[in-house]
């Protein structure tokens, strides 16, 4: 089951991303962003796509590849690096920067939006969605295993230094940055509604990841997740996290 991109969609569409841009992407992983983006700048438009994980970035090249999407390229760089990945590149050569769930993973993300934006043009759109669990978890009948999942997930991206209120710290960032902040929306992840993963599929995803960071063994993790699916029922509204979206544009 792959998770629903369809916030994003509507974040980048209502942002004003749109057909003919050149568009900057950070921390693009498997690709499902870049895709997306792809798909809405079309043939006269171009992504350039940044991620610091080189199995990150084979993975969602040959993905694109695969798919017959050529206006996207792949580099493999760390966010964290004076921008000297974008060297070879013009100066205002951008429509916009954009991103999904990536902020978060950045110790001053102000900082490298701001090393960014000369490549950026005047009045240049800065986007982003971000997680966030700040309130988190919602719920009204209580779904104790539901909660240790959540718990056990924030602990991991804690000892990952993950900001996990980066939804809120948005506006701060941009405007950190030199940007001029415009917007701000969020949505409720619900669990397992739709077309996104439950929080027991995600818990299943993210196993190894929870093990290297000693939150979790194995078999815990196991046993949680099946009284995950024991506490579920299609009537239940659990809200695991939220997804902040919002925009920038560069004075
Ligand atoms: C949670 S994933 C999100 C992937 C993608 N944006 C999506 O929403 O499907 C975060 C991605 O950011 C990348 N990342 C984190 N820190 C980074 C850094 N300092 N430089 C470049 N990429 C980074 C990770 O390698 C990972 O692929």
Same mark, same amino acid.
């Given at each position: 089951m792959?998770?629903?991109?369809?916030t994003t969609?509507?974040?980048?569409r209502s942002?004003g991303?749109?057909e003919?841009?050149?568009?900057?992407?950070? %921390?693009?992983g498997?690709?499902?962003?870049?895709?997306l983006?792809s798909?809405?700048?079309?043939?006269?438009g171009?992504?350039?796509a940044?991620?610091?994980?080189?199995?990150?970035i084979?993975?969602?090249s040959?993905?694109?590849?695969?798919s017959?999407?050529s206006?996207?390229?792949?580099l493999?760089?760390?966010l964290?690096?004076?921008?000297?990945?974008?060297?070879s590149?013009d100066?205002?050569?951008?429509?916009?920067?954009?991103?999904?769930r990536?902020l978060?993973?950045l110790?001053?993300p102000d900082r490298v939006?701001?090393s960014?934006l000369?490549?950026?043009?005047?009045?240049g759109?800065?986007?982003?969605?971000?997680h966030?669990?700040?309130i988190?978890p919602?719920?009204?009948?209580?779904m104790?295993?539901?909660?240790? %999942?959540?718990?056990?997930?924030?602990?991991?991206?804690a000892?990952?230094g993950?900001?996990?209120?980066?939804?809120?710290?948005?506006?701060?960032?941009?405007s950190k940055? %030199?940007?001029?902040?415009e917007?701000?929306?969020?949505?409720?992840?619900?669990?397992?509604?739709g077309?996104q993963?439950?929080?027991g599929?995600?818990?299943e995803l993210l196993?190894?990841?929870?093990?290297?960071?000693?939150?979790?063994?194995a078999?815990?993790?196991?046993e949680l997740?099946?009284?995950?699916e024991?506490?579920?029922e299609?009537?239940?509204?659990f809200?695991?996290?939220m997804r902040?979206?919002?925009?920038?544009?560069?004075?």
């Open positions: 792959k998770r629903s991109n369809s969609e509507r974040l980048f942002a991303i749109s003919g841009m050149k568009v900057l992407e950070l %921390g693009s498997p690709g499902e962003i870049s895709e983006l798909d809405i700048v079309g043939p006269a171009s992504v350039l940044i991620d610091r994980s080189e199995d990150m084979s993975f969602a040959k993905s694109l590849e695969k017959g999407r206006n996207v390229r792949f493999q760089a760390d964290n690096d004076a921008p000297k990945y974008l060297e590149i100066l205002l050569s951008f429509d916009a920067v954009v991103g999904r990536v978060m993973y110790p001053r939006l701001s960014l000369p490549w950026l043009r005047e009045g759109l800065v986007v982003f969605e971000e966030d669990s700040t988190c919602g719920f009204v009948t209580a104790p295993a539901h909660e240790r %999942g959540v718990s056990l997930l924030e602990k991991m991206l000892e990952e993950v900001d996990t209120s980066m939804g809120f710290h948005l506006p701060a960032t941009f940055a %030199g940007l001029k902040f917007a701000i929306w969020a949505e409720a992840v619900i669990d397992g509604q077309d993963y439950s929080l599929e995600l818990l196993k190894s990841r929870m093990e290297s960071s000693n939150v979790a063994v078999s815990e993790i196991d997740i099946a009284q995950i024991i506490e579920r299609p009537t239940t509204v809200v695991s996290g902040f979206c919002s925009k920038a544009i560069k004075r």
